[in-house]
């Protein structure tokens, strides 16, 4: 019987690999040459359906006010997200993740859970004029709190975990009630999914699934979403309740701990440094896996294309393959339409 070539092929022997006139018979380039080869034997594919679209919304009519660090993102009045919504549509993508900017800020967030703030009226917006496009709010604090931490604080400035899952489960249900189709906490809170999915099924909304943000780092990589949802914190930063990025045996943790509270899908955010956090926790968890490609890893592609340093429209779709590559079922995304747009016209 033959022995396994060094090469470590399957089902290749030694002399079926032997050359021919000191050529190689076994040559991957044939599988290489052509752009139509090249899409037959593809492992990894996009499509727009696994695009998520973020939207920052706010109060007013007729606003769209372009968020300088993020060219071609911008906060929009209601009226204005609904052209959003229409190309998102239009797009096929999978959905659209609304976060919202209030009117008045206090220390306990308040206005995230008003029944005519910002998110939710734009849930009924969406779901008036364009009923079948998927609807995901971002359920947090940050935005709504003058002090800009993702939960109320003690009064030594500290984050209170556990007073802040009440607010964090009604402003949840409130975005319910308005027609979210999934909500989707970002605060890391300890244990409030379980919370949430209580109060969620107490009111009824059993069918309502949560997409938690299991693994969330805190990252260089959110300042330009700072910007566009005007929630930089006035003091500290937010490293005592979000991930440190040197750790991934963590985010297992978190993502069994999520599911056991109930969870229906779960997120690693940033995604584009967390490649290798992705592809554990795909294949730890085996759910529904979503990925955020985050603002600044949007804002570094862009800058970097309009400088003519790299072409954009490859590095878009290359950094998209990769996430989805490492096992993201999902991705949001602030190139949605344009990938989109891409993948249609192949």
């Given amino acids: 019987m033959s022995t396994p070539h060094a090469f470590g092929a399957p089902g290749v022997h030694d002399g079926e690999l032997a050359p021919l006139g000191g050529f190689p018979r076994v040559r991957p380039r044939r599988l290489r040459r052509t752009a139509a080869m090249r899409t037959l034997v593809r492992e990894t594919r996009l499509h727009e359906a696994q695009f998520i679209l973020p939207l920052f919304v706010r109060n007013g009519v007729g606003l769209r006010t372009p968020i300088g660090s993020m060219p071609g993102v911008s906060q929009t009045s209601i009226d204005e997200m609904l052209r959003d919504a229409e190309a998102a549509t239009t797009a096929g993508i999978g959905g659209v993740l609304l976060f919202g900017i209030p009117d008045t800020k206090d220390a306990t967030g308040s206005s995230g859970w008003h029944e005519h703030g910002p998110v939710q009226e734009a849930v ?92 969330k780092y805190a990252s260089a990589f959110y300042g330009p979403f700072r910007e566009a949802a005007e929630s930089t914190p006035t003091f500290g930063d937010r490293r005592a309740y979000q991930m440190d990025p040197a750790n991934s045996a963590e985010a297992l943790k978190e993502a069994r701990l999520d599911l056991a509270e109930g969870a229906d899908m779960l997120m690693v955010k940033p995604a584009g440094a967390y490649l290798d956090v992705i592809q554990a926790v795909k294949r730890d968890t085996g759910v529904p896996l979503c990925a955020y490609q985050v603002s600044g890893e949007f804002a570094m592609i862009r800058a970097a294309a309009e400088r003519g340093w790299i072409d954009g429209e490859r590095a878009m779709m290359e950094s998209l393959t990769a996430i989805t590559r490492a096992g993201a079922d999902m991705v949001i995304t602030y190139f949605a339409l344009e990938a989109a747009a891409v993948l249609q016209r192949r």
């Avoid at 709504?144 to 249900?173: F, K, M, P, Q, W």
């Fill in 124 to 215: 009924r917006a969406i779901k008036r004029e364009y009923p079948d496009l998927l609807v995901i709010t971002d359920v947090c604090m940050c935005e709504y709190t003058d002090h800009g931490h993702c939960g109320i604080l003690t009064a030594s400035g500290e984050v209170d975990n556990d007073a802040t899952l009440e607010l964090l489960s009604r402003e949840a249900l409130s975005h319910a009630e308005a027609g979210a189709d999934i909500v989707a906490p970002s605060d890391m809170m300890d244990g409030r999914i379980g919370h949430m999915r209580n109060a969620l099924d107490a009111a009824g909304h059993t069918q309502t699934p949560i997409m938690s943000y299991a693994v």
